[in-house]
């Protein structure tokens, strides 16, 4: 009787293991890109006990690579903080949750995160839709993203992502290529980008 006891703790012990290593890799996913949301969308500024990229452990510096090293090798010159590998995953998060909010019309979450000019060509082409009643392409997800440029004027730093994504108007599938350019005064305590430009690739 005892040794049937031990054997379903056992089981019991086991399926609960089994279940939580199944959420710790499965259940981190909310689902499409076009369905999630992000409150901080390119910060380059992560708390160290989140950090696991080794261009972040003590001592350690990044690696600037690519015809954009020049103008990031300046950005980390007066922003220590800035690694290109974190901005790119705030980037493409960005760039999701923008191009998401940009469909559903959602000047809330926009103007926080665009410059000026960025957000009046968008609210227009938001109420011109808004008039027409044209659908707007739904962001399926991200194929490619990669730094293709970036610079320092004064203490503005600017650095331009490349990205290329599958849109989706009702059956139809497209591919969409964009250079976005994203700035952020490094004398701001503020550790967001701003969406300064977009320009079609």
């Not at 011109?128 to 730093?157: C, F």
Request: proline residues 6%; negative net charge; glycine residues 6%.
């Amino acid at each position: 009787m005892s040794s049937s006891i031990i054997e379903l703790a056992l089981l019991a012990a086991i399926a609960v293991f089994v279940g939580w290593r199944l959420y710790t890799t499965l259940g981190s996913d909310s689902g499409p890109p076009e369905n999630r949301t992000r409150s901080e969308p390119v910060n380059t500024q992560r708390p160290a006990a989140e950090t696991r990229n080794p261009d972040q452990q003590p001592g350690l510096r990044p690696a600037f690579t690519g015809p954009a090293a020049a103008g990031l090798e300046a950005i980390h010159g007066v922003d220590p903080s800035f690694n290109p590998r974190e901005f790119m995953e705030g980037a493409k998060g960005a760039y999701e949750m923008l191009a998401s909010a940009f469909a559903r019309g959602d000047r809330e979450t926009l103007k926080p995160w665009l410059d000026t000019d960025v957000y009046e060509a968008w609210d227009a082409a938001i109420a011109e839709r808004e008039k027409t009643g044209a659908e707007a392409p739904q962001l399926l997800r991200i194929r490619h993203s990669e730094i293709d440029d970036a610079s320092l004027e004064g203490s503005i730093a600017r650095v331009t992502v490349l990205f290329e994504a599958e849109l989706g108007e009702g059956d139809l599938h497209r591919k969409s290529e964009e250079y976005w350019t994203f700035k952020r005064d490094t004398n701001s305590d503020d550790p967001n980008w701003l969406l300064d430009d977009v320009d079609v690739a």
